[in-house]
């Protein structure tokens, strides 16, 4: 596709389940990217996928947080046993070679555990 | 660590005002300094960059300058139009001790501008 695409683009769940967020980068971007964006605040990085290696996991918040990528193309985020503090947009960017240093940025997913 | 700081919004202009946000930044090394913008609905949209001590980034009338000796990368605008309307992200990454180019975000500055 022409950008990077995450789905779905809300996700409404109880606390204490688990979610699957899914991003779809630009194609031939070997970086990929998630970001977290709480309400009124800035983005925190999450976790970088080089390939479908992960070499930085340094943001995720706890062990209840995982990512994959396969293909070197789509991204899964999971979060195990929601809390409400996971309520927020997750974002995801692609980049064409980590050295270019663009990141291309999806619309992403709004998340609100109740 | 790593910290972007900058100035709260909202941030309300009648248009043709001139803008200025102001960014300031913490790093080790030499980052990039990037404005990301989001428009209301929409992702994020890399607005403008700068590699190295003393560029200037520029994009649809934006400028930003990246100051080594202030650590800072103030976003200006001469004369701001209703559709700039849109909360602005200032934005670092790949500093000395980190080569995934993660970006590092300030808290973003909402911007309102009224016909």
């Known amino acids: 596709g022409a950008g990077v695409s995450q789905s779905p683009s809300n996700k409404v769940t109880e606390k204490g389940k688990d979610v699957e967020l899914r991003c779809d980068p630009i194609?031939?971007?070997?970086?990929l990217y998630w970001y977290r964006q709480r309400l009124g605040q800035g983005l925190e990085f999450l976790i970088y996928?080089?390939?479908?290696?992960?070499?930085?996991k340094s943001g995720l918040p706890s062990d209840r947080f995982s990512a994959e990528r396969t293909g070197e193309s789509v991204s899964t985020l999971t979060i195990q046993r929601t809390q409400q503090e996971d309520s927020a947009v997750y974002l995801c960017?692609?980049?064409?070679?980590?050295?270019?240093?663009?990141?291309?940025f999806g619309a992403g997913t709004r998340l609100s555990v109740l | 660590g790593d910290s972007v700081t900058q100035m709260e919004g909202p941030v309300t202009l009648s248009e043709e005002a001139f803008l200025t946000i102001n960014c300031t930044y913490t790093?080790?090394?030499?980052?990039?300094l990037f404005w990301y913008v989001q428009y209301p609905g929409e992702g994020l949209q890399l607005l403008l960059k700068?590699?190295?001590?003393?560029d200037k980034g520029s994009n649809k009338g934006f400028e930003a300058t990246y100051r080594k000796e202030t650590t800072s990368f103030h976003l200006e605008k001469g004369s701001v139009q209703v559709s700039d309307s849109a909360v602005y992200f200032c934005?670092?990454?790949?500093?000395?001790?980190?080569?995934?180019?993660?970006?590092?975000f300030g808290s973003g500055t909402r911007l309102l501008v009224r016909p």
């Open positions: 960017a692609s980049s064409p070679t980590v050295a270019k240093n663009i990141q291309y």
């Open positions: 194609s031939g971007h070997t970086a």
């Open positions: 996928f080089q390939g479908n290696s992960a070499p930085d």
């Open positions: 790093a080790t090394g030499y980052p990039s």
């Open positions: 700068a590699t190295k001590a003393d």
């Open positions: 934005a670092l990454s790949a500093s000395l001790m980190d080569s995934s180019y993660k970006l590092i």
